[in-house]
């Protein structure tokens, strides 16, 4: 028992050696005060045609943090496509199944010199039973949109944290 105490941690340092080598980094090192949530902070998203487009800009102002449009450093620019296509035909000719996609593409222009930093999209989609209930589909649709837009939101403040953080 007492050679597998002591074997355990001499075991542990050459795995505890290789972690700490291997170059990750924190992304948000420095909590709100790092240099990737203060880039994060200083995105403003102008407006968004579209209800999709509302959704959007909502879901990014809560990931970003940005609460002072005029001091910020960096615009994001996004162009939506949003689209409801019937998938799943029923032996009556009534459409039973949905998709809505959403897409985005984005750019992250610097207002200083207006140079380009990203340019990238993202997108998800999702499934919707059409049941007998128009109320119940209409509902499942727009349910749908609040959920794509957070979760494309999700992915476009990713890729902008890795670019910010890639800065110097």
């Known amino acids: 028992m007492k050679r ?15 972690l ?9 090192a420095g909590g709100s005060n790092g240099a990737v949530a203060r880039g994060l902070a ?15 800009r909502n879901a990014l102002h809560d990931r970003l943090g940005n609460t002072d449009a005029a001091g910020s450093r960096y615009r994001l620019d996004v162009r939506l496509d949003d689209r409801l ?9 009534t459409i039973g199944r ?9 750019q992250l222009v610097d207002v200083t010199d207006g140079t380009i930093l990203l340019d990238a999209t993202a997108g998800s989609d999702a499934g919707i039973d059409v049941v007998s209930s128009e109320y ?3 509902a499942a649709e727009q349910t749908a949109l609040e959920n ?3 979760e494309v939101a999700d992915r476009i403040v990713t890729q902008l944290s890795l670019t910010l953080r890639a800065q110097p």
Do not use: F, H, N
Not at 9 to 14: D, E
Not at 20 to 28: E, I, R
């Open 42 to 56: 200083a995105i403003e998203v102008p407006a968004i045609p579209g209800r999709a487009g509302w959704l959007m």
């Open 98 to 106: 949905e998709r809505r996609t959403l897409r985005a593409r984005y």
């Open 136 to 138: 119940a589909t209409i």
């Open 20 to 28: 700490a080598s291997c170059g990750m980094q924190p992304m948000y």
């Open 85 to 93: 296509e019937g998938l799943g035909v029923l032996g009556d000719d």
């Open 4 to 18: 597998k105490a002591i074997l355990a941690p001499v075991m542990a340092l050459p795995l505890m050696l290789m």
């Open 148 to 150: 794509l837009s957070r």
